[in-house]
């Protein structure tokens, strides 16, 4: 069990919108931490996606996007692409457990 | 161009040990935390440890507390785990990656440790 929760799987058709929300507690998002996304393709590597609630890494697309408020988080993609298609985590600070926590993952299926 | 390799995972029995090598290059590496984070497989990623810069401090999840210990050496650009006691759940790919503000900025290709009888 994640102390993050993500849903574990969305889908939408190529150049439609979905979103994915990560839902924390008051020891981590709630508290004030953070919140970081990251994208993991098949077989590869995860890759800083968005990082500070809403930024994104220099190279980019800018049809990804991230906000927070309150405890939750969410990452929006637009003009959704075959390519997109991976599994994503969101990740922040816990202060309880004095260290960093993930999100289960959200599998994402482009139609 | 900022690239982390990591070398030394394998196939061991519980209660054995596995130290693993993280080679950075591309970036000045006495300047940045770093981090381990790991990937059981087909599941999600978990933090196990971090290092600062000079080494003075580190951190790890509660789970591997008293068996894994993260190190650097600044004059070789490497970072280290010796991971001792291992058992069947340490099973995944370990990544070593860069520490950004409170986040992982940069990622190795991993590197895979299988703890079996």
């Known amino acids: 069990q994640s102390v993050l929760t993500q849903p574990p799987s969305v889908s939408g058709a190529p150049g439609q919108r979905v979103t994915i929300s990560c839902t924390g507690s008051?020891?981590?998002?709630?508290?004030?931490?953070?919140v970081h996304w990251y994208q993991q393709l098949p077989g590869t590597a995860p890759k800083l996606l968005i990082y500070?609630?809403?930024n994104r890494p220099s190279g980019v697309p800018d049809r990804f996007s991230g906000s927070k408020s309150g405890t939750s988080a969410s990452l929006a993609i637009t003009g959704l692409q075959a390519e997109d298609e991976a599994d994503y985590y969101c990740q922040s600070y816990d202060s309880s457990l004095s260290g960093y926590v993930f999100g289960g993952g959200t599998k994402l299926t482009v139609l | 161009e900022v690239q982390l390799v990591e070398s030394g995972g394998g196939l061991v029995q519980p209660g054995g040990s596995l130290r693993l090598s993280c080679a950075a290059s591309?970036?000045?590496?006495?300047?940045?935390?770093m981090a381990w984070v790991r990937q059981a497989p087909g599941k999600g990623l978990e933090w196990v440890a971090n290092i600062k810069q000079d080494g003075s401090e580190k951190y790890y999840v509660d789970s591997v507390k008293g068996r894994f210990t993260i190190s650097r050496d600044n004059a070789k650009n490497s970072l280290y785990l010796q991971m001792n006691s291992l058992r069947a759940e340490d099973t995944a790919v370990y990544y070593c990656a860069r520490h950004g503000q409170h986040n992982f900025d940069y990622w190795g290709q991993g590197t895979l440790v299988t703890v079996s009888s």
């Open positions: 500070d609630n809403s």
């Open positions: 591309g970036f000045t590496f006495s300047f940045y935390w």
């Open positions: 008051s020891s981590n998002i709630g508290a004030g931490y953070d």
